[in-house]
């Protein structure tokens, strides 16, 4: 299945917009809810997500954002510059996203 590069060009700032929204909504989210109990944690992320306007996200990303974002430590050092791996990098052996996480942990 070939692909016209132009088709890419093309594709690549909506999919750029469409990711910085997603981030804004977690850091949001982050900033205001992390270490809380995951279903608090979850409720407002969808919420960003909306506000965002960036609803249409894999659910499996959003709760495993939220998992992290509840499992979290809230302090200065943390950064939502590496919100965009979980939604991006694709999981091994699945479909399923996985995130930094998962290979500190192998």
């Known amino acids: 299945m070939a692909v016209d ?3 890419y060009d093309k594709a690549m700032p909506i999919v750029a917009a469409h990711l910085a929204k997603i981030e804004r909504a977690v850091g ?3 900033a205001s809810h ?7 944690v979850h409720r ?3 919420e960003a997500l909306r506000d965002e306007g960036a609803q249409r996200v ?19 050092s943390e950064s939502a510059g590496w919100v965009s791996d979980p939604v991006t990098t ?4 699945g479909g399923h996203p996985r995130t930094a996480m998962d ?3 192998s």
């Open 90 to 93: 694709p999981a091994r052996g």
């Open 34 to 40: 992390a270490g809380q109990p995951f279903a608090a």
């Open 103 to 105: 290979d500190r942990r």
């Open 44 to 46: 407002a992320l969808a």
């Open 58 to 76: 894999v659910p499996q990303v959003v709760e495993e954002l939220a998992r992290q974002i509840s499992e979290a430590v809230a302090g200065p």
């Open 28 to 30: 949001r989210t982050r």
């Open 5 to 7: 590069p132009g088709e």
